[in-house]
């Protein structure tokens, strides 16, 4: 059954229920029946199905009256991150084992004020600490476009859950965050749109914070279009976040559809590392024709700090953490060690964080800790941020000469096994990022869309990166693209 | 001021020692000789910044350029103990509880 209703976009949903063909409720069913047979996938961590049916309900009521909003009756994955009201939150880890939130984040508020429905929590890298959704207190999630020949894949991270289940239709959409990359890569792994609105576009009020300098919530979604009405309902100012942006929220979806021709395009030839692969390579370079038959004006350019963006974020993002990370104490909320008699508060902190925290994360905190320390915070936390400045007037000063959008891959290479992250060394694996942390440092918008196929059949992405809250060009751009590329694949349902 | 200049990045397990207790970590033995190994080539990798000459340039203090929010001086939230305490692993009479702090 429902045939007729698999793989739908919001855009496609949003007529549908408008024109009461579907109901918010049919829809919830359909997820929830596919989530169940998807448990293999491991993409969702908690499924709150009876809100799910109540929040279907409410919207079909409201279907009927004039002023319906764009998400009313669409139902989402929701990533750990981010608190939920009365609903389990824990970031995929065990120091947050049992904790049940007493209050709303801004983005998910504003989604649920809009009428759209909740399916569940989704998998992810601890505390978004990772590239591959590993480092899960609850287990891998697993790439849907597996198979018998490449074997059990990542789906990248650390909004692994939140990509697997967008990819696998086990939600309309779903929301992910990213600090240097964690909404773009799985997008790219999955074949699926993944967008990193800029720095302050979002409130990060009630998202269990990472890195909070660069850290960012934003859509991930079947189309370019969908990404754009997603975000146009959980953006904006909030009071509660005194880094959220006071400014002018447009229309992101009316601007897709505009011509491109004239546009200028940079092509930064510092992403071409040695390294790449040449599928990622071919894949860029038909990008770029893309984009060049629509008329746009692609120009070669130089970002020269570029190969200092990745040490500067891992001085940057650990420090954050090692802070961010200090009120797990076993005190507040979550899990707390067993004590033995004697032991003084000291133990309790020591033996509740051995305990509650997997080894990335430790590790991170370790480093954090390391360049925020007396004798070393000049020489790195310091330095870091000084390279940070350089970074970001790099792209400064191409957009000062009239570049409007950035296009490269988004990640380095294809979904790879599940498993091989213990034959990487931990900076082997940081090499992920290598295209998205400079958007981060910088405080970027940047989207990721599916662009096409490898030879052994997984989807590649490629990546547009704007200037700042121009989240609207740089859609209009992957739209155009997006049409172009006729990327419509979906991953072979082996997990029914 | 910097004092790891010139010399050989590497941490070792005295360091790690010091950082693992300043983050309120336990290590078994085998995991501070993991950790230092692994901290090092961290270090190795990110000390790639010091190649470039950052003499005259700030450091980033904000990514988007933006006033500091000022807000009035009111209580706009709290009074809901039950709630907080409702996620706490240990609970006394109204109060966090933790092992006794002071002899």
């Known amino acids: 059954m429902n045939e007729n209703i698999s793989n739908l976009a919001i855009s496609q949903i949003r007529n549908l229920l408008r024109k009461r063909e579907l109901s918010s409720l049919e829809l919830t069913k359909y997820y929830l029946n596919n989530i169940e047979q998807a448990k293999t996938l491991n993409a969702y961590s908690f499924v709150s199905e009876e809100l799910a049916i109540s929040q279907a309900n409410e919207a079909d009521k409201k279907m009927a009256s004039a002023e319906v909003e764009d998400l009313c009756g669409i139902p989402f994955g929701i990533k750990d991150i981010f608190c939920t009201k009365g609903f389990p939150t824990q970031a995929a880890s065990k120091i947050l084992d049992g904790f049940i939130p007493d209050y709303e984040s801004t983005v998910t508020e504003n989604l649920f004020r809009s009428g759209a429905v909740m399916l569940g929590k989704t998998n992810m890298d601890e505390f978004a600490m990772g590239s591959s959704n590993e480092t899960s207190h609850y287990g891998p999630s697993i790439n849907p476009w597996s198979s018998e020949l490449t074997k059990a894949l990542v789906p990248g991270g650390s909004s692994g859950g939140s990509a697997a289940a967008v990819s696998a239709d086990l939600c309309a959409a779903s929301l992910g965050t990213d600090t240097g990359g964690s909404i773009r890569q799985p997008a790219s792994f999955t074949g699926i749109v993944g967008l990193k609105p800029t720095y302050g576009r979002c409130s990060r009020y009630g998202i269990i914070a990472f890195a909070s300098s660069l850290d960012q919530a934003g859509p991930m979604t079947k189309t370019v279009r969908d990404a754009a009405i997603v975000l146009k309902t959980i953006s904006g100012h909030d009071p509660k976040d005194s880094t959220s942006a006071k400014i002018n929220k447009p229309d992101f979806e009316a601007d897709i559809g505009k011509s491109i021709k004239g546009k200028k395009i940079g092509i930064p030839h510092e992403y071409k590392t040695e390294e790449m692969p040449q599928e990622i390579q071919d894949l860029w370079d038909k990008g770029k024709n893309v984009l060049k038959s629509a008329g746009a004006e692609l120009i070669d350019v130089s970002l020269p700090h570029t190969q200092y963006a990745l040490p500067a974020y891992y001085v940057i993002a650990p420090a954050e953490a090692s802070s961010n990370l200090a009120r797990y104490d076993g005190v507040k909320y979550g899990y707390r060690a067993q004590i033995s008699p004697g032991d003084n508060l000291i133990d309790l902190y020591e033996k509740t964080r051995s305990e509650g925290f997997g080894d990335e994360v430790k590790r991170r905190l370790l480093i954090g800790t390391f360049v925020l320390s007396t004798g070393f915070y000049d020489a790195y936390y310091i330095k870091a941020q000084q390279v940070r400045t350089l970074i970001k007037e790099d792209f400064e000063n191409l957009y000062k000469e009239g570049i409007e959008a950035l296009l490269t891959p988004t990640a380095p290479s294809s979904a790879f096994p599940i498993g091989k992250k213990d034959e990487m060394s931990p900076v082997e694996m940081y090499l992920n990022d290598i295209f998205t942390v400079p958007t981060n440092l910088a405080g970027l918008p940047a989207i990721s869309l599916p662009a096409g196929l490898n030879k052994q059949g997984l989807p590649l992405g490629l990546q547009l990166i704007g200037r700042p809250w121009e989240e609207a060009n740089i859609l209009n751009l992957a739209h155009v693209m997006e049409d172009n590329l006729e990327f419509s694949q979906n991953p072979k349902k082996w997990w029914t | ?103």
């Open chain 2, 1 to 103: 001021m910097i004092n790891c200049e010139r010399e050989k990045v590497s941490i070792d397990r005295e360091v790690v020692k010091k950082i693992a207790k300043l983050s309120r970590l336990k290590l078994t033995v085998d995991q501070t000789e993991t950790t230092a190994k692994e901290l090092s080539e961290v270090l190795v990798f990110v000390r790639k910044l010091e190649r470039i000459d950052t003499s005259s340039v700030s450091p980033m203090t904000t990514v988007t350029p933006m006033e500091s929010k000022e807000r009035s001086d009111k209580i706009s939230d709290g009074n809901y103990p039950d709630e907080i305490l409702r996620n706490a692993p240990n609970v006394k009479e109204g109060f966090f509880s933790v092992p006794k702090v002071i002899e």
